[in-house]
């Protein structure tokens, strides 16, 4: 992704996030982009999956599930209850459908980075760790 993209893709997030969300989702590409370089993985990789991680995380539930049903995703009966599983799945799709991301490895890092899996790749194990680092700093802040 060029500069000029990055830059319409923040301001993107920014007009689609609540405030609060799009202040972490900022703090996450920044810590994922330095724990790329730290682990010399593609640092615009990581920035990119970041800034996408949470693209749906302000929807609500209905329109989660209906892109998650358009995709064909198979959804657990919790998933199907909980915007805060199913914001990454949802996510996903819409990265790809929405934001052109074609990259499995980003798009699987945008899936994954609530739940985690067995044999998760670097790219999303920088993923969930730069949210987690995050959403604990968070706790902090927000009563």
């Known amino acids: 992704m060029n500069k000029k993209e ?10 689609e996030l609540a405030y609060g969300r799009f202040i972490h ?24 999956a970041g800034l996408l991680h949470d693209c749906a995380k302000c929807m609500n539930l209905g329109k989660m599930l209906k892109i998650c049903e358009k995709a064909g995703l198979e959804l657990s009966e919790i998933e199907k209850k909980s915007g805060s599983l199913l914001h990454s799945k949802a996510g996903a799709e819409l990265a790809q459908s929405k934001y052109g ?18 044999g ?11 949210d987690y680092i995050w959403a604990r700093q968070e706790r902090k802040w927000i009563p």
């Open 25 to 48: 989702t900022l703090n996450v590409a920044s810590t994922a982009a330095n724990l790329a370089m730290c682990y010399d993985f593609d640092i615009d990789k990581a920035e990119t």
């Open 101 to 118: 991301v074609k990259d499995e490895d980003i798009l699987n890092a945008i899936r994954y980075h609530t739940t985690g899996r067995p």
């Open 120 to 130: 998760m790749s670097l790219l999303e194990k920088i993923i969930f760790t730069a």
């Open 6 to 15: 990055r830059i319409n893709l923040i301001r993107e997030l920014e007009s």
